[in-house]
């Protein structure tokens, strides 16, 4: 894996590798923070229709997955490459991804596809297209706000993988309630309630009075901080059953 732009480290001194990736919807960014020799698999996750890589969820995971032999690829999609202000249709967004695949395939390790927002979307939809080892979605838009008629949760069930869901308890696209078969999942010590069907299983951690973006009041019982680390928490475990 040879970066093309740049060679950095982050603000904890940790290497951090930036390449660009031409694909069939334009210029793709993958910013690598690399778990070194230990490494034995690769987070590949993007961002949503309204944001980038500097969401907090996904800063967090790139600063405390590594430590923990996962390799945290933070992939900016063409359009905000491009510094455009509007995503593009689903369609073109999934080619992004699929553009980038290869890249994230390069170190050899077993690949977990992942998003928040509409890139939880791209990673569920591509997931068993593109070999997937398993698939992280963060906020996932169920539905659109006030429309829970307008459900995306074939999307979410169609994965294949193992598939883990860190969900907002004040989602307006979707609180952990709404979920399939949330009410009848089994709740672990760890806090992740495994959800389960005809034919389809999916894990759900909540993150308590978190908004799509995982903001919580100051009024909540819990801190911002305390917040994100129950995202970064419950990855950690959730990867180290991965193998």
């Known amino acids: 894996m040879t970066p093309d732009t740049a060679d950095t480290t982050d603000t904890s001194g940790a290497a951090v590798l930036t390449e660009t990736v031409e694909t069939d919807a334009g210029t793709a960014r993958v910013t690598w923070h690399p778990a070194g020799r230990r490494a034995r698999l690769v987070l590949a996750v993007s961002h949503g229709a309204g944001g980038g890589i500097e969401a907090r969820d996904l800063k967090a995971l790139a600063a405390v997955l590594p430590a923990h032999g996962v390799s945290v690829a933070l992939v900016e999609q063409p359009w905000r490459v491009a510094g455009k202000k509007i995503a593009p249709a689903p369609k073109t967004l999934d080619t992004g991804w ?6 994230l395939t390069k170190p050899g390790l077993p690949v977990i596809s992942g998003g928040r927002s509409a890139g939880a979307r ?8 593109l ?19 307008k ?12 598939t883990l869901v860190v969900q907002g308890g004040n989602d307006p696209f979707g609180r952990p309630g709404e979920f399939p078969g949330y009410g009848r ?15 389809w299983a999916y894990e759900l951690v909540e993150v308590d009075h978190g ?23 419950a ?9």
């Open 98 to 103: 699929r553009g980038v695949w290869p890249t």
């Open 122 to 129: 791209v990673a569920c939809r591509t997931a068993a297209e």
């Open 131 to 149: 070999g997937a080892h398993a698939v992280l979605a963060l906020s996932f838009p169920l539905h659109p706000p006030g429309r829970p008629e």
């Open 151 to 162: 459900s995306r949760a074939d999307e979410l069930l169609g994965t294949g993988v193992p």
């Open 185 to 199: 999942g089994r709740a672990r010590r760890t806090g992740a309630r495994a959800v389960t069907g005809d034919g």
């Open 211 to 233: 908004d799509h973006g995982f903001a919580v009041p100051k009024r909540a019982d819990l801190t911002q901080e305390e917040a994100v680390t129950v995202i970064t928490d």
């Open 235 to 243: 990855v950690v475990r959730w990867t180290g059953t991965l193998g």
